[in-house]
């Protein structure tokens, strides 16, 4: 099974930072690598498909970055409604393994 | 409106046996493969098992292998997940996912969950 390791587990930013959370997977994925953002008490939304591609409607602050094993997901600009747990997951092969997250909360 | 909309979730011995289902609506359901992704409380997101459109390629968890059996009943667009012989270890949400295919398959819309919990 293909491991997906995320950095940082949690970070303090303030609104207006900008964020960058790595995912690294145990062997090379190409760029078969998803971001999806969890709200407390909410469904996970995918906000990056295939390392790169922004999701409708998400917000261009939103950007992701990578291929191989090294991956990057970056909020341009911390707003309010941006505090929540971030998630990677590989769809290389099954299983699809998710990261373990990375909790975004407020400086 | 794309809707999936869990059901069957509730408190079960260990050892014992449920069985969910998640009703589609707003989509053809028999164009995309579907999923069921859990998260225990507090914990991280664990994909769990899916299954092709036409039922012909399916594929499960470690975990739950063996356990649990997904199948799928396009004429009523839903999806079922049988789990049996049931663990504390199986407690969480359980959300009903729809694949997207587009350069890569993700997951693009999610159900708000039925949670299982598995205790005597």
């Known amino acids: 099974d293909i491991q997906m390791t995320q950095s940082p587990s949690s970070l303090s930013a303030s609104v207006g930072d900008r964020v960058t959370i790595t995912c690294r997977a145990s062997?090379?994925?190409?760029?078969?690598l998803n971001w999806y953002q969890q709200k407390p008490g909410r469904a996970p939304k995918v906000l990056i498909y295939a390392a790169s591609n922004l999701q409708s409607a998400v917000p261009s602050r939103f950007s992701g970055s990578g291929s191989g094993t090294d991956f990057t997901l970056t909020i341009s600009s911390l707003q309010p409604e941006d505090f929540a747990t971030y998630y990677c997951?590989?769809?290389?092969?099954?299983?699809?393994?998710f990261g373990q997250g990375t909790k975004v909360e407020i400086k | 409106e794309v809707q999936l909309v869990e059901s069957g979730g509730g408190l079960v011995l260990p050892g014992r046996s449920l069985r969910l289902s998640c009703a589609a609506s707003g989509f053809t359901f028999d164009d995309y493969a579907m999923h069921w992704v859990r998260q225990a409380p507090g914990k991280g997101l664990e994909w769990v098992s899916g299954i092709s459109w036409n039922s012909g390629d399916i594929g499960y968890a470690d975990s739950v292998k063996g356990r649990f059996t997904i199948s799928r009943d396009n004429a009523k667009n839903s999806l079922y997940l049988q789990m049996n012989s049931l663990r504390p270890e199986d407690t969480a949400l359980y959300y009903c996912?729809?694949?997207?295919?587009?350069?890569?398959?993700?997951?693009?819309?999610w159900g708000q969950g039925t949670l299982v919990t598995v205790s005597s």
């Open positions: 062997q090379s994925i190409s760029s078969y």
């Open positions: 996912t729809k694949e997207a295919a587009v350069i890569t398959t993700y997951f693009d819309c």
């Open positions: 997951q590989q769809s290389y092969s099954t299983p699809r393994t």
